[in-house]
């Protein structure tokens, strides 16, 4: 199966080589709370609307409150952004760092679902390994990431009407 997912990597890599890679980091307000199903099929909505493949991150739900990263090809990366900016689920969507990449910092796309802070994850069928635990927020080589994922984890990202 690794070399199968090798094969893939590289048609990816070769699809985008000449595309600048950035990452996207913003957050959102759920209109109404999600349970785990309903969270799985919103991402996963969007997800089919672009090119997934192409693009790795982690989104993180903690009550209404959602926090992306997501890396790849800037085409990709701009249109999953436009996407989730005007559903019908989500609003007060606010992009709070979009700059280019040398590399990128996540291997695949995962979500973290309940109480981030107490590490109640959820895996996303098909979207790779389960998001990083904090402890392993200090190896992600930007800075930025690693920042704001520990601060939403921490609490400090709240909307106005929490």
């Known amino acids: 199966m690794s070399g199968k997912r090798d094969s893939d990597d590289q048609k990816r890599e070769q699809r985008y080589r000449d595309q600048k890679l950035v990452h996207c980091i913003y957050?959102?307000?759920?209109?109404?709370p999600l349970d785990e199903v309903e969270l799985e099929a919103h991402l996963q909505d969007h997800y089919q609307q672009v090119d997934a493949g192409a693009l790795t991150g982690v989104s993180l739900c903690e009550g209404r409150r959602l926090f992306h990263v997501i890396e790849g090809p800037e085409q990709e990366v701009d249109r999953l952004y436009k996407t989730m900016s005007i559903?019908?689920?989500s609003r007060q969507t606010v992009k709070l760092v979009h700059k280019p990449i040398s590399q990128r910092d996540f291997s695949s796309m995962s979500a973290a679902y309940g109480e981030a802070g107490k590490k109640v994850f959820t895996r996303l069928e098909g979207n790779g390994a389960p998001a990083l635990p904090r402890t392993r927020l200090r190896s992600l080589k930007n800075r930025d990431t690693a920042n704001l994922l520990e601060q939403f984890l921490e609490g400090r990202w709240r909307s106005r009407d929490d």
């Open 27 to 32: 957050t959102a307000q759920l209109k109404a």
């Open 87 to 89: 559903d019908k689920v």
